[in-house]
Nanobody, 116 residues
Framework: QVRLVESGGGLVQPGGSLRLSCAAS????????MSWYRQAPGKERELVAS????????NYADSMKGRFTISRDNAKNTAYLRMNNVKPDDTAVYYC?????????WGQGTQVTVSS
């Protein structure tokens, strides 16, 4: 059974930090590119960051560059998103995504709320 389970979301103050985790099981994690997406209320889901299967290449949406860091530990079948200097506009449900060729898996999402 394929599972992607996000964790680490919650309430954080503006300027604070948070680390999201995505634990994968049921598929060959090290062969899949991993991404984080987010969806704010009333908005479309958008790409936050992605990382290749071996972890050698990362990409970020422009508004996240310099603040967010995506990483992965293939030995632990886990992907991460480190969020620094968060802003109220970062409030959203964050989703983990695994992709290999035409196969895509999604997690259930974790809520991140940035508020004072």
């Amino acid at each position: 059974q394929v599972r992607l389970v996000e964790s680490g979301g919650g309430l954080v103050q503006p300027g604070g930090s948070l680390r999201l985790s995505c634990a994968a099981s049921g598929f060959n994690f090290r062969s899949y590119a991993m991404s984080w997406y987010r969806q704010a209320p009333g908005k479309e889901r958008e790409l936050v960051a992605s990382i290749t299967s071996g972890g050698g290449t990362t990409n970020y949406a422009d508004s996240m560059k310099g603040r967010f860091t995506i990483s992965r530990d293939n030995a632990k079948n886990t992907a991460y998103l480190r969020m620094n200097n968060v802003k109220p506009d970062d409030t959203a449900v964050y989703y983990c995504n695994a992709k290999f060729d035409r196969i895509t898996y999604w997690g259930q999402g974790t809520q991140v709320t940035v508020s004072s």
